[in-house]
């Protein structure tokens, strides 16, 4: 994810908004067994048992693997640490690149699922970013041809504008973030990832996290989301903004995602969180604020994004720890080679909700920015001071978030300008330029063992003899026609509340009321409204009282 290019159409005719599994079961099927619902004329809850995963205090970083019967996600792509499937070179990526999109709409027309040897080829799909030449239209480039014909003249103009974004995180990279995850503490449970790209976040996710966890993946562009799909029919995928996503607020154990980067684009979100958009104006820190909105208390959400949210957008930081209720607890900045073409700095941000409210004991100031020292432009242009022409040098402060000033042990490179190492375009922004006394990956690695190092914060965490205990669940889904905000029970005879489409646990206890469950009040209260209903309907449509009686 991140990086990546906007929404293509989607591939293969039968592709729809929610990715439907390849058995045609759907994504949590919709049907009304066993239920029972307080909105009129709503179908109930399915009977879907409560499935479980859990997060964990800090033990060993390799967990046991649960046994084969009990493993979530055992038909997704896993990939190996470290390893990179997309080839190198320019034309090995056009190949690599074609193929995918022509075996994922074979796969996607056909409703068949990939076989690990098509994942094998799915895999190698790796956007195109870098790649001019697949797009270079002189008239006689048959690969200009083909990309149209496969793509759809809409879906071509967006790779060919994706050119300069659509850049895939590195595996060392992706594996950073997780030994981060493991270090933390955290076994298994719902992890939300955002934007998604054909999944190389998830694919190189420990398997015995995947063992122990539901996947929720959601990627807006329709090529590199049907490959998703076809990578991971054991998550629920969809493929839309995020903006149009929707998620439970405080229902995700662990966020993990490369927030997309657009210069200047602006979202408008569909969903509950209206106010995120309108507050936040640049994308990447509008799914920064959206992704912690949606992590339970403890949660964590690991992030990738533009240096910007660092060093330029102080709202944001300010509302993490506000409205936000979650503070930062680990950040590095990447070089700004790590992305390829796109020349971006880029930030590896860790986050974790607050529990009760009480701030966590490794949180970190990220608030407030500083100047380092000051650097001279000289512009190029002259002016005349008592005749003669001298050249306009402009002083340009260096400044960035003050953290990272204060831990250079966790910046991979030196901060200096554009126009300091003789580059031309956009002379004055500043980035993280590589250094050989600063080997990244190495530094990386040594940044993500220290969270091991960390103290717990002990109300966060869920101890291995609670595992089956303090479940984190997947909410039953409800039918259609069924009133946000009504009562309802599930298939568990626990009394829930409609939101966003599931029946979400109220979590009250179990002492009986005057002899009866709470379960048995609520039927009969159910009942006696419709009884009034009824009767108040039948009052409005007729002139006497005849057909009262029954009622």
């Not at 989607?10 to 599994?21: A, D, F, I, T």
């Not at 996710?205 to 998703?228: C, K, W, Y």
């Not at 829930?496 to 002492?511: D, I």
Request: proline residues 4%; glycine residues 10%; hydrophobic residues 30%.
């Amino acid at each position: 994810g991140g990086h990546e290019p906007q929404p293509n159409e989607p591939l293969g005719e039968s592709q729809r908004n929610e990715v439907k599994r390849t058995d045609r079961g759907g994504m949590g099927g919709r049907d009304s067994g066993h239920t029972v619902s307080d909105g009129k004329g709503g179908t109930g809850v399915s009977e879907q048992p409560a499935k479980s995963a859990v997060t964990t205090g800090k033990t060993s970083p390799n967990s046991e693997r649960l046994p084969e019967s009990e493993r979530k996600n055992v038909r997704n792509n896993h990939a190996e640490r470290g390893v990179d499937y997309a080839p190198k070179g320019e034309d090995a990526r056009i190949k690599a690149n074609i193929e995918a999109i022509e075996l994922a709409k074979r796969l996607l027309d056909t409703g068949e699922t990939a076989t690990p040897e098509q994942m094998e080829v799915l895999r190698k799909f790796s956007g195109w970013g870098g790649l001019g030449k697949a797009f270079n239209d002189n008239g006689y480039n048959p690969t200009v041809t083909h990309l149209r014909e496969l793509l759809g003249e809409q879906g071509y103009q967006q790779a060919v504008d994706s050119r300069r974004s659509a850049y895939y995180t590195p595996a060392n990279v992706i594996d950073a973030m997780w030994d981060v995850v493991r270090a933390l503490g955290f076994k298994g449970g719902n992890i939300l990832e955002g934007s998604a790209g054909i999944g190389n976040i998830l694919g190189l996710m420990p398997q015995e996290i995947s063992d122990r966890s539901n996947i929720h993946a959601v990627e807006i562009d329709g090529t590199t989301g049907g490959i998703l799909s076809l990578l991971y029919p054991d998550a629920k995928v969809e493929i839309q903004g995020f903006e149009k996503t929707k998620v439970l607020n405080n229902s995700v154990d662990l966020a993990i995602t490369n927030v997309p980067f657009i210069t200047d684009a602006k979202v408008f979100d569909e969903t509950g969180d209206k106010d995120l958009s309108k507050k936040f104006r640049h994308i990447h820190d509008f799914c920064i604020a959206k992704n912690i909105r949606k992590l339970r208390e403890g949660g964590i959400g690991i992030f990738i994004s533009s240096s910007g949210t660092m060093d330029n957008s102080k709202e944001l930081r300010r509302w993490i720890i506000n409205e936000g209720n979650a503070d930062v607890i680990g950040a590095f900045r990447m070089h700004n080679k790590t992305f390829g073409g796109t020349g971006a700095t880029s930030d590896i941000i860790v986050v974790r909700k607050r529990v009760n409210g009480k701030p966590s004991a490794n949180a970190i100031d990220v608030t407030d920015v500083t100047a380092v020292r000051v650097a001279d432009y000289d512009t190029g242009d002259t002016r005349k001071v008592k005749g003669q022409e001298v050249p306009i040098i402009k002083p340009y402060s260096m400044t960035y978030n003050k953290y990272f000033a204060e831990h250079p042990e966790n910046m991979a490179g030196e901060m200096m300008f554009n126009f300091e190492r003789g580059e031309t375009w956009q002379p004055t922004t500043r980035a993280l330029f590589p250094s050989a006394d600063k080997p990244q990956e190495k530094m990386l690695s040594e940044w993500a063992s220290r969270f091991a190092e960390m103290e717990e914060d002990m109300s966060s965490l869920r101890s291995d003899n609670d595992v089956e205990e303090a479940v984190t669940r997947i909410n039953e889904k409800l039918g259609d026609g069924v009133k946000e905000g009504s009562m309802v029970l599930n298939s568990e005879g626990e009394l829930c509340m409609a939101r966003m489409g599931e029946a979400v646990p109220l979590g009250l206890n179990k002492n009986k009321v005057k002899g009866h469950t709470k379960a048995e009040c609520f039927n009969a209260y159910s009942a006696i409204k419709k009884a009034l209903s009824d009767v108040l309907e039948y009052q409005s449509t007729n002139e006497d009282d005849a057909g009262l009686e029954p009622l």
